[in-house]
């Protein structure tokens, strides 16, 4: 059996001590997913975090295979780290400023799937295109 090297997590002394317990805490977070199907969201801009510990988050979570980008009032990436069902969510404004971060221990990311509305009202036009559909199958 093949075992995969990690990075070691070091922590320094300009740091706020924080990265350790989070990942603790991202740990348990996926346990819970595991065991009982509870889902975590981590707002990172809560977090005392000194200058790059974020950075260094990244990389102790590393990459995943999945990344999807939402362009809908602003630009969000949603990135799937290393660790499968450990996600991190980045929403920015039309500028790219950051306006939140969030860590979410889950399956499926709350921003992936389709909403109910959106999913009625292409329900509506499907319908609407396939009513004045032209004979031989093309549509408007």
């Known amino acids: 059996m093949n075992s995969v090297q990690l990075p070691a ?14 990942l603790h805490e991202i740990r348990h977070a996926l346990e819970r997913l595991l065991d009982t199907g509870e889902e975590t969201v981590i707002d990172l801009r809560a977090l005392p975090m000194a200058p790059g510990e974020e950075q260094r988050l990244e990389q102790a979570l590393g990459k995943g295979e999945v990344e999807a980008v939402l362009d809908a009032l602003g630009r969000s990436v949603i990135r799937e780290t290393r660790y499968s069902g450990v996600w991190l969510v980045t929403h920015q404004d039309e500028g790219g400023e950051v306006l939140g971060r969030t860590i979410e221990v889950t399956r499926v990311p709350a921003l992936v799937p389709s909403q109910p509305e959106e999913m009625d009202h292409s329900l509506l036009e499907l319908e609407a295109r396939l009513h004045t559909a032209t004979p031989g199958g093309s549509a408007p």
């Open 9 to 22: 997590i070091e922590v320094t002394e300009a740091e706020t001590g924080n990265l350790l317990p989070l």
